[in-house]
């Protein structure tokens, strides 16, 4: 059974640019979520998307967005990049509302450099 | 809001020794907390998970434990190998419907052959 899976491994952007995130969750598993973790920060919970809907949201701006695909893929945008959003991004999946107790699922990373 | 602290920060031990690594949380409202793996540069790998209502968790030479009165878990990894080698994190998720997990900040743990 293939795990989470991310694209790309690696990003580099400059300043003020977008970057564009993607995860695909294990089979059968709804909710997908994003952490951050930065250099010296720690891993930070960002989004939790569960059936497409955006269910719980870290504390991070507003220029942090995704979405969630009919097929539970989603994506992980952030807009106007700045330096400090260098970290390596993580999804993770799980079985979702239904199964809150279930183990949640990490994938290998997105690794985002903003020069 | 939940905080998890690990300490130590880093942990370096010959080879065949048995340690311990420790978390604390702040709120012991929680349903249930995570032992994690991370390897340089990658994702998470998770170890053993603990219910809010579980006292310990066993994976072959790994036993974790869990007071949650007290806002503590232990790792203990028996007769470490350099393949051991990894930096630990402990999350937990809260009993509210969040579903999110509050990580520490890890132990680097480097088993010396």
């Known amino acids: 059974e293939a795990g989470v899976t991310q694209s790309p491994t690696h990003l580099i952007k400059t300043r003020g640019q977008q970057a564009t995130l993607r995860c695909s969750p294990i089979?059968?598993?709804?909710?997908v979520y994003w952490y951050q973790q930065a250099l010296g920060l720690g891993l930070q919970f960002l989004l939790w998307?569960?059936?497409?809907?955006?269910?719980n949201r870290g504390n991070f701006p507003p220029r942090f967005s995704g979405r969630q695909f009919p097929n539970y893929s989603s994506e992980l945008n952030v807009n106007a990049l700045e330096l400090e959003d260098s970290a390596l991004y993580l999804c993770?999946?799980?079985?979702?509302?239904?199964?809150?107790?279930?183990?949640?699922?990490f994938g290998p990373g997105t690794r985002l450099l903003v020069l | 809001k939940q905080e998890v602290t690990q300490i130590p920060a880093a942990l370096s031990v010959p080879e065949g020794e048995n340690l311990v690594l420790n978390c604390s949380f702040t709120?012991?409202?929680?349903?249930?907390l995570q032992w994690f793996r991370q390897d340089p540069g990658k994702g998470l790998t998770s170890l053993l998970l603990?219910?809010?209502?579980?006292r310990e968790q066993t994976s072959g030479r790994l036993n974790a434990s869990l007071d949650k009165s007290s806002g503590r878990s232990t790792l203990y990894i028996a007769a470490s190998q350099p393949g051991d080698s990894a930096t630990y994190l402990c999350?937990?998720?809260?009993?509210?419907?969040?579903?999110?997990?509050?990580f520490g900040t890890g132990t680097r743990l480097t088993v010396i052959p």
């Open positions: 993770a999946s799980s079985a979702g509302l239904a199964g809150y107790q279930e183990t949640q699922y």
């Open positions: 089979s059968g598993h709804t909710s």
């Open positions: 998307y569960d059936e497409g809907e955006e269910r």
């Open positions: 709120d012991s409202a929680i349903y249930n």
């Open positions: 603990i219910q809010s209502s579980q």
């Open positions: 999350a937990v998720k809260g009993e509210t419907g969040a579903n999110n997990l509050f």
